[in-house]
T-cell receptor, first 113, second 112 residues
């Protein structure tokens, strides 16, 4: 069975500070890993994904994540937070495809001036 | 290109009633997946439809059922509504079963 754990349901950073959102996964098969963002009253938007190959993946809006198999982690980072980054972020895993996504509980990111 | 659309946006139902939620997939996409997102939680996979057939189901009771039509739009039906069914229901379409999923804005269902 697959699962995702997001450490910290709420993260607060200052504008311009580093953003680090943590995600650990469990999977018995090589995983596909995803980060999604959800703005209030909207659906999910894909930020980035890891399937195979390069373990450091870059996404939209300056976000990136690194797949670390030994640590079963896929943490999301952004060097400098912007006010517009305030949203809910979800890490997800699937078993070698995109068809059934297993999501974490989410991390709400607040960015203050 | 039109994205994934869902209707209605909001819905209020009474416990025991039945509800139908609708999803129009993105042009050219033959696969639709449905997710339930309870307040404060991540989305949970309900089921997926591929070319009008169910292609996988999550841990949801049979009163959650679905349909996919020849134009690949889809419906989610929930019978005998319970208070815990109150959630945001998300639909996602993909080009094929193993392709990236594109999410709609969701339907917020409130059961009273």
């Amino acid at each position: 069975a697959q699962s995702v754990t997001q450490l910290g349901s709420h993260v607060s950073v200052s504008e311009g500070a580093l953003v680090l959102l943590r995600c650990n996964y469990s999977s018995s098969v090589p995983p596909y890993l995803f980060w999604y963002v959800q703005y209030p009253n909207q659906g999910l938007q894909l930020l980035l994904k890891y399937t195979t190959g390069a373990t450091l993946v870059k996404g939209i809006n300056g976000f990136e994540a690194e797949f670390k198999k030994s640590e079963t982690s896929f943490h999301l980072t952004k060097p400098s937070a912007h006010m517009s980054d305030a949203a809910e972020y979800f890490c997800a895993v699937s078993s070698g495809g995109y068809n059934k996504l297993i999501f974490g509980a989410g991390t709400r990111l607040a960015v203050h001036p | 290109e039109t994205g994934v659309t869902q209707s209605p946006t909001h819905l209020i139902k009474t416990r025991g009633q039945q509800v139908t939620l609708r999803c129009s997939s993105q042009s050219g996409h033959n696969t639709v997946s449905w997710y339930q997102q309870a307040l404060g939680q991540g989305p949970q996979f309900i089921f997926q439809y591929y070319r009008e057939e169910e292609n996988g189901r999550g841990n949801f009771p049979p009163r959650f059922s679905g349909l996919q039509f020849p134009n690949y739009s889809s419906e989610l039906n929930v019978n005998a509504l319970e208070l815990d069914d109150s959630a945001l229901y998300l639909c996602a379409s993909s080009l094929d079963r193993q392709d990236e999923q594109y999410f709609g804005p969701g339907t917020r269902l409130t059961v009273t």
